[in-house]
């Protein structure tokens, strides 16, 4: 054969494998409001970006049947490409290819592209619509999926690795994504379950739809795993850019630095919180009072609404923001609250993102008090990445210890029924019940508040000199600098 044959038939070869799992399934995925594979990668990336690796590789199985049949690209799609200029990896599974689901080619797919991540330090995207483990190659699949959990393991805190589910997700399909940092999900598309309802049926003779069993809806409002909710695969896509926009490439580079901008004239703090600390107010409103162009990226929005967190910029640098939301059941931590902060300052603290703590609550809800406590307290103790505090209202317990720098808020009135001042390398514990109400002066003195504001503009002022620094040392010179100017 002629070289220029060879060529022709590779090309030939490659609109087959194109094709995907043929007109019949594109057709039905496009039914239910899906894109394509492909379609999905070339909408996240820039333009023309996209290297596809491994695109021929094909399953080897035998058993049932499975050496009558082809599985083009063994139903996923791998390689890099580009968001805003900057590589990625990333991978996509192909639905209309078995159901998406993953043999031992597969995984070798997904591995291979996960290594790469690693191996240039940059984040790492699944697109995941996959019916889980190929029933068809048993132990292989099984032995595939042991092989990506443990990459997302490795690249935990070194590489951002985001998921976005876009179909019925079953078992792995699942499991790895739970493991990654952040989830995306679609309504009416997006499902994640163990297992899905046919064998629920089957097992348990239960009935349950898809929705209702793992539904886009459940995920973002009921079980927090879901980190963006969208009603559209394109405003999906947009989320992940737009994330992807704020977050470092890998755990030694900074998040890019944009053109600083002032916060929206229209907002000022003084106007959003109340001077009587029983009032409720909208934290993302002081939130967005404090940060550039007013622009705050919140995450899990639907979950846990009695906290809030999620990325700013300050002099166009990244901030982490952690908030209690006096809106939402005064702001309580309860497990739910404390688990999704503690998730977010882990992140935070990995990627070298300075966090800002609003406090305003009135403490942990008694009955989730003890989980609450640890799953919030071990998140923050350990925290390496700069944090600042800024406290209003009447901060309990615990929620005195949340940054580096305190700062008080006109109005406050902290009760320390057990304080410990873990962040300050000491510990405080009042126990007696006469001085188990301590007073401003009294916290004060006790060097748990760093500085205190006359009014909220001076807080609104402290909080934008607090520039986001990245190693210890320029951190500890904006601490000495602090304390000489107050
Ligand atoms: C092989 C699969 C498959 C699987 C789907 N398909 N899941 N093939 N292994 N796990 C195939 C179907 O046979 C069908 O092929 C095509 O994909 C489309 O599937 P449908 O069932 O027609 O689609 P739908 O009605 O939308 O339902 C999707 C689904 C359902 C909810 C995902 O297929 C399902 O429940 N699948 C099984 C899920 C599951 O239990 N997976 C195992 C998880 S265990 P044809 O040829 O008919 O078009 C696991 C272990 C991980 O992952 C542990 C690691 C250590």
């Not at 029924?417 to 390398?425: E, I, Q, Y």
């Amino acid at each position: 054969m002629s070289l220029k044959r060879n060529v022709l038939d590779l090309r030939k070869r490659k609109e087959i494998v194109l094709q995907g799992g043929g007109e019949e399934a594109i057709k039905k995925q496009a039914a239910m409001g899906k894109l394509t594979a492909r379609e999905r990668i070339e909408a996240i990336l820039d333009k023309d970006s996209f290297h596809e690796y491994d695109m021929f590789v094909e399953h080897q199985s035998k058993d049932f049947d499975m050496d009558k049949k082809v599985l083009h690209g063994d139903g996923v799609i791998i390689g890099t490409g580009t968001i805003y200029g900057e590589p990625v990896c990333i991978y996509a599974q192909d639905f209309t290819v078995a159901g998406g689901s993953l043999g031992l080619m597969h995984a070798r797919k997904i591995t291979k592209i996960m290594d790469h991540a690693l191996k240039m330090r940059v984040p790492l995207i699944g697109i995941n619509d996959s019916g889980g483990a190929r029933i068809q190659e048993g132990v292989d699949s099984l032995a595939g999926y042991g092989e990506i959990f443990f990459r997302n393991t490795q690249a935990s805190g070194v590489i951002p690795q985001l998921s976005v589910i876009l179909g019925p997700c079953a078992g792995g399909a699942v499991y790895s994504p739970a493991l990654t940092d952040f989830v995306f999900v679609v309504e009416n598309i997006s499902k994640m379950f163990i297992t899905g309802p046919n064998v629920i049926k089957t097992v348990l003779g239960e009935d349950i739809s898809m929705e209702d069993l793992g539904g886009a809806r459940v995920h973002a409002e009921t079980t927090g795993n879901a980190h963006f909710y969208a009603l559209s695969e394109q405003e999906c896509f947009d989320q992940v850019k737009r994330l992807v926009s704020f977050i470092p490439w890998n755990n030694q580079e900074r998040a890019k630095v944009v053109e600083p901008k002032e916060p929206s004239a229209m907002l000022n703090i003084e106007q959003v919180v109340p001077a009587d600390p029983k009032q409720p107010y909208d934290v993302r409103d002081v939130i967005r009072c404090i940060v550039d162009d007013s622009d705050f990226l919140e995450i899990q929005e639907l979950w846990a609404a009695n906290i809030v967190i999620g990325f700013g910029r300050m002099a166009g640098e990244t901030v982490g923001f952690v908030a209690n939301q006096p809106m939402v059941l005064a702001g309580v931590l309860d497990c739910d609250s404390a688990d999704k902060a503690a998730r977010f300052i882990r992140f935070c603290d990995s990627f070298n993102i300075p966090i800002i703590t609003l406090e305003d609550m009135p403490g942990y809800l008694p009955l989730a008090q003890n989980a609450a406590l640890s799953e919030l307290f071990a998140a923050n103790v350990p925290v390496c990445a700069p944090g600042l505090a800024v406290e209003r209202g009447l901060p309990f317990c615990g929620s005195t210890d949340m940054g580096d720098v305190s700062h008080l808020m006109p109005c406050v009135h902290p009760w320390v029924g057990c304080v410990t001042g873990t962040l300050h390398g000491a510990d405080y514990v009042v126990s007696d019940e006469e001085t188990a109400y301590v007073k401003t002066p009294e916290v004060l003195a006790m060097t748990l508040i760093d500085l205190l504001c006359d009014d909220a503009k001076e807080a609104d002022r402290i909080c934008r000199e607090f520039k986001p620094v990245f190693t210890k040392e320029t951190y500890l010179q904006f601490m000495d600098d602090l304390v000489r100017q107050h």
